[in-house]
C-alpha cells in the first residue's frame, strides 16, 4: 500500500471532520451546470463523502470510491450507500457517466501515470460528459507531509491536455483553500468535456 494511502488510513477521523463541512458551493455550481438533472455522477476519491452526499440530495446518481479502505468506509456511512475501494489506475468503466468529479484527489496521481489515468477518466464519461478536477496551484510533483502530491498550473495541465484529444477544456479557475487556517493556499480548478 503506498504511503499516500497509508496517510488517509491513519489520519481519517482527523480528514474527515476537516474536511465534511467545507462549504464548495460555488465549484459545486460551475460543474453541475453542465451535468444533466438526475444524472449519473462518479466521484472519484470521494475522501470524507462530502460532495457525493451533496449531489445525492440533488437528485443526481452517484458512484463514490476511495483508495483509502477507513474513508471509504466512513463516507460509506455518510452517504447511506457502498463506497468501492479502488485506485485511479485501476478504474475501469465505459461511457457510464454525465461528469466525474476528482476533487482534490487527482493530486496524488503521480505525472507518469496522469495519462494512463487520465484516459481512464475519459473512457468512463459519455460523450459530452465533464470532468472536474482540483489541484494545488503550481508546477511540479514530490512528497510533502507524509503525502505525494502532482501540482499543476494552466500551462502545465494545457501540456497534459495536449496528449488528450477527446478531452476540451471548458474553464479554468484559481480559488483560495476554504478550510480554517488555510488561506493563502491557492487551487487550480479546471473543467473539461469529452468531446468524443
Known amino acids: ?4 494511502v497509508e496517510y488517509y488510513n491513519a489520519k481519517a477521523r482527523e480528514f474527515f471532520e476537516s474536511t465534511v463541512n467545507v462549504d464548495m458551493t460555488g465549484h459545486y455550481r460551475e460543474f453541475l451546470r453542465l ?36 474513508l471509504a468506509q466512513m463516507s460509506s456511512e455518510l452517504i447511506g450507500q457502498p463506497v468501492a475501494v479502488l485506485r485511479f489506475q485501476d ?3 465505459d461511457e457510464e457517466f454525465d461528469g466525474v ?11 507518469s501515470e496522469m495519462p494512463d489515468v487520465l ?6 464519461l459519455k460523450p459530452n460528459g465533464v470532468l472536474y478536477a482540483s489541484f494545488k496551484y503550481g508546477d511540479g510533483e ?5 503525502r505525494f ?13 495536449r496528449n488528450h484529444p477527446d478531452l476540451e477544456l ?8 476554504v478550510r480554517p487556517g488555510r488561506e493563502g493556499e491557492k487551487w487550480l480548478n479546471v473543467l473539461v468535456r469529452r468531446i468524443r
Open 1 to 4: 500500500m503506498d504511503k499516500t
Open 35 to 70: 451535468v444533466p438533472q438526475g444524472g449519473r455522477i462518479l466521484d472519484a476519491g470521494c475522501g470524507s463523502g462530502r460532495d457525493s452526499l451533496y449531489f445525492l440530495n440533488r437528485g443526481y446518481r452517484v458512484t463514490a470510491f476511495d483508495a483509502s479502505p477507513v
Open 91 to 93: 478504474l475501469d468503466f
Open 101 to 111: 468529479w476528482a476533487c482534490a484527489s487527482l493530486l496524488h496521481v503521480p505525472r
Open 119 to 124: 484516459q481512464r477518466l475519459t473512457r468512463a
Open 142 to 146: 514530490g512528497e510533502r507531509n507524509g
Open 149 to 161: 502530491f502532482n501540482d499543476y498550473d494552466e500551462r502545465s495541465f494545457q501540456l497534459l491536455l
Open 170 to 177: 471548458v474553464s479554468f479557475w484559481v480559488s483560495e483553500d
